[in-house]
């Protein structure tokens, strides 16, 4: 017993050093746009975020909830605190999603004592898969809510697991405080309760049943019962989340940001590149790409995994065991579809989800013959290892060049010149004192055309991410074609990559073009 004790703690500590230096390569890369954004709205405290009040900004008055990006207050509530501990620097707030997303592969790997159906090698099978995950890697080099969530996110099925399999109201009770915080994140925590609802529905739980003998509502001929255990669970969960978030019901912002999200996001999205052509949600086939190259082995895992245990849920013979985990893993797969932008951390949740459903079916596949699934079981956790760490060492979170840039102000221009920068916020965290206005993402307005070919900006600064997605910005083409500025050095980053062009206003006015 002592030597097979040893042997889990050392498998642990290798699965957790495979997860942990990926994630810490290039920890201490510039701010990313929404980590600069984020940070600005953690500057004005506690009670500014929880009750989203309206603040003045330098581009004019807003709200906290805005700057927020309409999410809920939960990371920035994290970013206050773990400031004051270690401090706001780049490395220091991107060590919470670090954490997190270990804890996550610790949570994983010690399934089995949560939830007792996952008693075996599930768990830890999981967890060896997601710590070199390349998607939840990327996730977890950001400080942004996707880490923590998604570390919510799986300790909600674990314990609606747990719940399903006791029936203890404490279980449940536990399940609806995770999903509040996981809402208090973002608002896949939205997505998270109507999942355990359907959870307690396909496994028929006395807390929630709809049968045709069932006592409730009766829709059809079919009776609804929900039990006072569930309402005191729902109940909980919004007490939870209007406690700590007062804004989200007083200004009605916990319906509006998700409106927003559900919507807006839904319907647009943001605009990137596939195959040469501008697109606002990326093609299935595109994240089959991605998988295909970040984590071939992973994917091929997945589907065979998927296939199988279908198989046996028919014949019955997983039970109600996998049962949450597999439909939070189909609900989070369509999720991750319909994402509304191109980053593959965007990712996390559902891999982390996918990689439950192949830690079940390798464990099922070694249940059933030891010595040959053992062995295969290994070399799938190997190959989907050695495919995946190539790309978290390679992954580099925030805008690439910004600290040079940094430089390149600091050295060009003082306080008082009047600077034009695309990705404001991350500049404005480094240079607070500098009279910097926000170049808008996508096109300049009429007035900041007119100011650039009236020569009333001292600097503009151009990021590469911009020209590759709106190569037609009527402001970039005025720049480039002013008689007016020239452009310094193009900026690389420290791998020599051209990442941003500066441009300077020039004294003699002659004409200097960048090709």
């Keep these: 017993m002592r030597w097979r004790r040893a042997w889990s703690l050392v498998a642990l500590l290798v699965v957790l050093s495979i997860g942990f230096f990926p994630r810490w390569h290039w920890l201490g890369e510039p701010w990313d746009l929404d980590e600069a954004d984020y940070l600005y709205a953690a500057s004005f405290g506690f009670v500014a975020n929880a009750l989203d009040l309206a603040v003045e900004t330098p581009d004019g008055p807003s709200d906290v909830n805005r700057i927020r990006h309409r999410h809920p207050p939960g990371l920035e509530y994290l970013m206050i605190l773990w400031s004051g501990l270690v401090g706001d620097s780049e490395t220091a707030l991107r060590l919470v999603s670090l954490i997190a997303g270990l804890g996550t592969v610790v949570l994983l790997w010690f399934a089995g004592r949560i939830a007792p159906a996952w008693q075996g090698l599930p768990g830890p099978f999981a967890a060896a898969l997601l710590a070199a995950m390349p998607f939840h890697v990327e996730a977890c080099k950001i400080f942004n809510m996707h880490p923590v969530s998604v570390l919510l996110l799986v ?199 996918m990689s439950i459903v192949i830690g079940w079916w390798l464990a099922q596949v070694v249940q059933r013959r030891p010595a040959l699934g053992g062995t295969f079981a290994g070399v799938v956790i190997l190959a989907a290892t050695w495919t995946g760490m190539a790309r978290g060492f390679e992954a580099r979170p925030g805008l690439l060049g910004y600290h040079l840039a940094r430089d390149t102000i600091l050295e060009h221009f003082d306080e008082d010149s009047r600077g034009l920068v695309q990705y404001a916020s991350v500049m404005r965290q480094y240079l607070p004192d500098h009279r910097i206005e926000a170049a808008p993402i996508g096109n300049l307005t009429d007035d900041q055309v007119a100011d650039i070919e009236a020569g009333r900006y001292d600097y503009f600064v151009c990021h590469r991410f911009i020209l590759a997605r709106y190569p037609d910005d009527p402001g970039l083409r005025t720049i480039r074609r002013s008689a007016l500025y020239e452009c310094l050095p193009v900026i690389r980053d420290r791998t020599g990559v051209p990442a941003i062009w500066v441009y300077r206003l020039r004294a003699d006015g002659s004409v200097v073009r960048d090709e």
């Design 155 to 353: 300790a909600i099925v674990l314990f609606l697991t747990r719940a399903i399999q006791t029936e203890r109201p404490r279980d449940l009770y536990v399940v609806a405080v995770l999903v509040a915080l996981q809402g208090l994140m973002m608002e896949y925590g939205v997505i998270s309760g109507l999942t355990v609802v359907l959870c307690l529905l396909a496994a028929r739980s006395p807390w929630l049943r709809f049968a045709r003998q069932a006592e409730g509502l009766r829709i059809a001929g079919w009776g609804l019962h929900v039990s006072r255990t569930l309402w005191k669970a729902v109940g909980l969960l919004a007490a939870v989340y209007f406690v700590l978030w007062p804004g989200g019901l007083i200004r009605g912002n916990a319906i509006l940001n998700f409106g927003y999200y559900a919507i807006e996001y839904a319907r647009a999205g943001h605009p990137t590149l596939v195959d040469g052509k501008t697109v606002y949600h990326l093609p299935l086939d595109t994240w089959l790409r991605w998988f295909g190259d970040f984590a071939p082995a992973f994917g091929i895992a997945f589907v065979l995994a998927a296939v199988t245990l279908i198989t046996m849920s028919r014949r019955g013979w997983m039970g109600r065991a996998f049962g949450p985990a597999a439909i939070f893993c189909s609900v989070y797969l369509v999720v991750l579809f319909r994402q509304h932008t191109f980053l593959v951390r965007y990712g996390a949740h559902a891999v982390a989800l």
